[in-house]
């Protein structure tokens, strides 16, 4: 018999005072640098090609690619594609710490509507010392909690609801011990499914 997969993980990585994402940031202008842009004013569609910068308060995105739309209600979303070794790269900062959300994907949509950030294929998070990784992660800024898949739906777009494969969390502990003392202790660590015995 097959071995039997996980294939869907909900993580939810909170530090002892739950911190958040930079709550300013949805409400400051998106700025973009590119070596091109092609906009419509009809359709309101703007294309950004070529070592792209995307920021909006301490959020920032850098792709190769960036198409960026606006809503009826003027939200914009933005869909990342390529960079440094394909991958596209999400950077925030959280509120009142001196501390980031950072990750990759070979795709990153970013919704300032309800500051919704997916990433797909080959994706990582990373927050403080915790570390999500699938080849599907929907990150919600307002509540920190990411929705990890190993798969993406033939779409493209959706996760996968089974694939041959596993995601893995590395989550520090956190409680009485002291931040020093919590960095220093061995890390959870879910491991890939190969590492999993067969079930008869």
């Not at 097959?2 to 998106?30: C, Q, V």
């Not at 090609?49 to 909006?56: C, D, R």
């Not at 960026?68 to 394909?86: C, I, K, L, P, Y």
Request: hydrophobic share 35%; no cysteine; glycine share 10%.
């Amino acid at each position: 018999m097959k071995r039997n997969l996980i294939a869907l993980a909900l993580i939810s990585l909170t530090t002892a005072g739950t911190a958040f994402a930079e709550r300013a940031d949805r409400d400051k202008p998106i700025n973009l640098e590119a070596n091109r842009i092609s906009v419509d004013e009809v359709k309101k569609v703007q294309i950004f090609e070529g070592s792209v910068v995307l920021t909006q308060g301490t959020l920032t995105i850098r792709a190769d690619r960036i198409v960026v739309t606006q809503d009826a209600d003027g939200f914009q979303r933005g869909v990342a594609s390529g960079g440094t070794g394909g991958l596209a790269r999400f950077r925030q900062k959280r509120e009142g710490r001196d501390e980031y959300i950072e990750g990759e994907g070979e795709r990153i949509e970013h919704d300032a509507r309800n500051e919704k950030t997916e990433f797909f294929v080959r994706a990582w998070i990373r927050s403080g010392l915790d570390e999500v990784k699938g080849n599907y992660i929907s990150y919600n800024a307002l509540t920190e909690q990411y929705l990890v898949t190993s798969g993406v739906a033939a779409d493209g777009r959706t996760p996968a609801k089974a694939e041959g494969g596993r995601v893995r969390a590395i989550i520090q502990p956190k409680g009485s011990k002291s931040e020093g003392e919590a960095n220093k202790a061995e890390p959870l660590t879910l491991r890939p499914s190969d590492s999993l015995p067969a079930k008869e």
